[in-house]
Structures are given as C-alpha cells and as structure tokens.
C-alpha cells in the first residue's frame, strides 16, 4: 500500500539549512493533506509545517518564517526546506499524509543542529 520515505537528514551547524524530502508511494499523493511533524528528546510530537492538496500552508509559531513545505506531485514528494536552523529545532522529523480518514507515517529522519 501506501509507504512513506524521508531522506535528507543529518547533522548541521546552527545558522545552515537543511531540506528534508519525503517521497510516497501509492496514488493519492495528489489529493492528500501532507504534514511534517517532530519530536525533540524530553518533549511531546508538535506539528511542524501542514500543506493541503490546494496549497494551503500552516506552520507552527516557532518555525514559520524559517521553514517552508511544499510539493512535487509529479514526483510525489512533499519536502520542508529549513533555514536558519537553531539547536532547539534538534528532533526527529516525521512525515505524514492524510487522505479522507487514512493517515501515514515515515519512518523518520534525525536533524541534529549543533551550537
């Protein structure tokens, strides 16, 4: 079915950036809502950045202005460029897509931002 795989993480000095890719398999990449999460070491998952089949974006507080998602539905990618990374944005990167009531998860990508 429906498989989920991000790439692009790694270790990164504070101030770089990064681009995280996320690249589904299956058919309705095209009409899915896609969403990047997270999870830092001591704290709970936040949604990061979420972008609908319209192209409507949303972006958490502490990173907008600074990350953006967006997609390739010809390659069925979503990807979330990250500028100006700082330490705090340290956590594991998860993708995720929704279409109607089914939801999916990568795997995850470690991003590592040293000081």
């Known amino acids: 079915q429906v498989q989920l795989v991000e790439s692009g993480g790694g270790l990164v000095q504070a101030g770089e950036s990064a681009r995280l890719s996320c690249v589904a398999s299956?058919?309705?990449?095209?009409?899915?809502?896609m969403r990047w999460y997270r999870q830092a070491p001591g704290k709970q998952r936040e949604l990061v950045a979420a972008l609908t089949p319209g192209g409507s974006t949303n972006y958490a507080d502490s990173v907008k202005g600074r990350f953006t998602i967006s997609r390739d539905n010809a390659k069925n990618t979503v990807y979330l460029q990250m500028n100006s990374l700082k330490p705090e944005d340290t956590a594991v990167y998860y993708c995720?897509?929704?279409?109607?009531?089914?939801?999916?998860w990568g795997q995850g990508t470690q991003v590592t931002v040293s000081s």
């Open positions: 299956g058919s309705i990449f095209g009409v899915s809502a």
């Open positions: 995720n897509m929704w279409f109607l009531r089914n939801e999916y």
